[in-house]
């Protein structure tokens, strides 16, 4: 798969579901520090009891996340997922895999608590993802 551009990261990175809120300036700091990371279908992402480390969001393909209670939901283009765990510094509540060759842009926890620390803009436009999500 062919390396993203770096606007085009921050492209994708603003139209997904959990930065929609935040600002052209924020979406490039988040974009610093967004990873490629492609997955062929079957591969795991990441296993459930694993530590957070990474949140995701899926650029192409599509990634099926499996609860312990053994529900399944599908994850898209534009979508973010592993955020919840990252956020509440659990093991992951989930095992997530490739349905089809993906490539999503992982985003390592630690840096992102290191730039949330650094820009309360980032941190609003957030928040007023999460309760609209509720």
Excluded at 50 to 61: F, H, I, K, M, Q
Excluded at 72 to 90: A, K, Q, Y
Excluded at 107 to 122: H, R
Aim: net charge negative; hydrophobic share 50%.
């Amino acid at each position: 798969m062919a390396e993203l551009a770096g606007i085009e990261t921050v492209m994708l990175l603003q139209s997904a579901d959990l930065f929609a809120h935040c600002r052209a300036e924020e979406m490039l700091r988040i974009a610093a520090i967004a990873r490629e990371r492609p997955f062929r279908a079957g591969e795991t992402i990441y296993e459930h009891n694993t530590p957070s480390d990474a949140l995701y969001c899926v650029v192409r393909g599509e990634v099926a996340v499996r609860g312990d209670d053994g529900a399944t939901r599908s994850v898209g283009p534009l979508t973010t997922f592993g955020v919840e765990e990252i956020l509440s510094g659990r093991l992951r509540a989930a095992t997530a895999v490739a349905v089809a060759d993906t490539l999503v842009l992982a985003i390592d926890a630690e840096d992102f608590f290191d730039l949330l620390a650094n820009n309360v803009e980032i941190v609003r436009a957030l928040f007023r993802h999460l309760i609209e999500f509720r």
